[in-house]
């Protein structure tokens, strides 16, 4: 008697359990991604970036805002590009969709933060780290909102040049990470840089590790507020006041200016020095929650009825979670003000993490600490992060693997996007 039905049927039964566990755990499957939650981001944007558009174009007059949206709304779709698998044996085809990669889409941050926490945590130094806070006065924040990039760039310039006069004088060069937020957890803006910096670094030479477990508090608050009213000024000099609409021209007179350094002057700045860290990851995961992803997670949205959004969040002097419901409208308005400028680099290197120095550097340091500079380049080319590797891991099946003659799928065509998919 043959045995074939049998082996038929079989196929098919594990066909049918494959397609059960992927509809389970995966709601949607997209190239180079894992697709998490309920899309209610997407969703909220769907349904009025189109009439915020019509009647809100004084905040979306920066390009990368209608750049990122309109790559978000048809992420995972065919309009992005796709790429086409086939069967050798059956001719079954599956056509996996791009994604689009923007750091406003809730799908490809988490994929994205996944090999960025992954990648960074692998190359980091094996030492202890300090997670520092620089916030500038909330006078200021109507000159980032406006300035954006050029201020922007002074803060990163300031904050390095104040961790410098402090491991200066005391003879080592640190390796460090500062990456710029621009929202608290209300979604209001709110400047201010993390820094992840080892507690000490390379000597002079480049020979030894140099210890050094203290930061000086009061030292740092003030060498960050003269350095930031300096540059500051900088940036008020160059500014031509005519190009400014009328307004806004009242922050750029000389005596509004003068008024606002004098309140700044006789105040504390704040400068948050946390806990020494055993290692880098557990502030690289906190920081990357919130550098690869929309300025609010999935998660924290808890109701969206078709015209308001209820989200919950939770400051950091705040006892219990508070939740805040506001017009759909209002919601997108508070949020396309943290969607960065094309190009802006919010994560930046400095000391022997630097781009130009790490090359040379780093695999001094690991040697100087004892560890397999080699080994760890190793693992780079091994990130468990990718699509494929990710559902296999979640699914315990390959999801280029045809489900039903159990042969690898072959990828027969690659379809990309055209410029129309970005508005």
């Given at each position: 008697m043959?045995?074939?039905?049998?082996?038929?049927?079989?196929?098919?039964l594990l066909s049918l359990i494959h397609?059960?566990?992927?509809?389970?755990?995966?709601?949607?499957?997209?190239?180079?991604?894992?697709?998490?939650?309920?899309?209610?981001?997407?969703?909220?944007?769907?349904?009025?970036?189109?009439?915020?558009?019509?009647?809100?174009?004084?905040?979306?007059?920066?390009?990368?805002?209608?750049?990122?949206?309109?790559?978000?709304?048809?992420?995972?779709?065919?309009?992005?590009?796709?790429?086409?698998?086939?069967?050798?044996?059956?001719?079954?085809?599956?056509?996996?969709?791009?994604?689009?990669?923007?750091?406003?889409?809730?799908?490809?941050?988490?994929?994205?933060?996944?090999?960025?926490?992954?990648?960074?945590?692998?190359?980091?130094?094996?030492?202890?780290?300090?997670?520092?806070?620089?916030?500038?006065?909330?006078e200021f924040l109507d000159y980032f909102r406006i300035?954006?990039?050029?201020?922007?760039?002074?803060?990163?310039?300031?904050?390095?040049?104040?961790?410098?006069?402090?491991?200066?004088?005391?003879?080592?060069?640190?390796?460090?990470?500062?990456?710029?937020?621009?929202?608290?957890?209300?979604?209001?803006?709110?400047?201010?840089?993390?820094?992840?910096?080892?507690?000490?670094?390379l000597n002079r030479f480049h020979t030894k590790w140099v210890a050094c477990n203290y930061l000086p508090h009061l030292l740092l608050k003030d060498r960050f507020k003269k350095h930031f009213i300096e540059a500051i000024q900088l940036l008020w000099d160059k500014e031509k006041i005519e190009n400014r609409a009328q307004p806004l021209q009242v922050l750029f007179t000389h005596p509004y200016q003068q008024k606002i350094i004098k309140e700044v002057t006789g105040k504390t700045w704040y400068v948050n020095i946390g806990e020494r860290l055993k290692d880098a990851k557990r502030v690289v995961r906190y920081i990357g929650r919130y550098t690869k992803r929309p300025a609010i997670a999935e998660s924290k949205i808890l109701a969206y009825d078709g015209k308001t959004v209820t989200f919950t969040y939770k400051e950091h002097r705040m006892t219990k979670a508070a939740t805040l419901t506001l017009p759909a409208l209002d919601f997108i308005k508070r949020l396309i003000v943290h969607i960065p400028d094309l190009n802006f680099r919010i994560i930046r290197y400095g000391g022997f993490y630097s781009n130009r120095l790490r090359g040379k550097l780093l695999p001094k340091v690991f040697?100087?600490?004892?560890?397999?500079?080699?080994?760890?380049?190793?693992?780079?080319?091994?990130?468990?992060?990718?699509?494929?590797?990710?559902?296999?891991?979640l699914t315990r099946l390959d999801p280029l693997i045809c489900s039903v003659c159990f042969l690898p799928l072959e990828l027969i065509s690659v379809v990309y996007s055209t410029g129309n998919v970005y508005g």
């Open positions: 043959s045995r074939e039905p049998v082996v038929v049927r079989h196929a098919l397609y059960e566990l992927v509809l389970y755990y995966l709601p949607c499957l997209t190239d180079m991604q894992l697709v998490r939650g309920k899309k209610l981001l997407k969703q909220i944007f769907s349904d009025h970036y189109e009439t915020f558009e019509q009647f809100h174009q004084k905040q979306i007059t920066r390009s990368g805002i209608p750049i990122n949206i309109h790559k978000m709304l048809k992420c995972g779709t065919e309009d992005m590009g796709f790429h086409l698998y086939q069967c050798p044996n059956c001719r079954y085809e599956k056509t996996v969709a791009h994604t689009c990669k923007s750091r406003f889409c809730s799908s490809c941050g988490v994929r994205q933060t996944d090999i960025w926490i992954e990648r960074y945590t692998t190359l980091f130094a094996d030492c202890e780290y300090q997670h520092v806070i620089f916030s500038p006065p909330h300035g954006r990039s050029s201020y922007f760039n002074a803060l990163y310039a300031v904050v390095n040049q104040s961790l410098s006069d402090w491991y200066s004088l005391k003879g080592y060069f640190p390796g460090t990470m500062l990456v710029m937020h621009t929202f608290g957890r209300d979604l209001k803006w709110h400047v201010h840089i993390h820094v992840l910096i080892t507690c000490g670094g040697a100087i600490r004892s560890q397999d500079y080699s080994k760890a380049k190793g693992k780079l080319l091994h990130l468990s992060s990718w699509w494929r590797k990710r559902i296999e891991r």
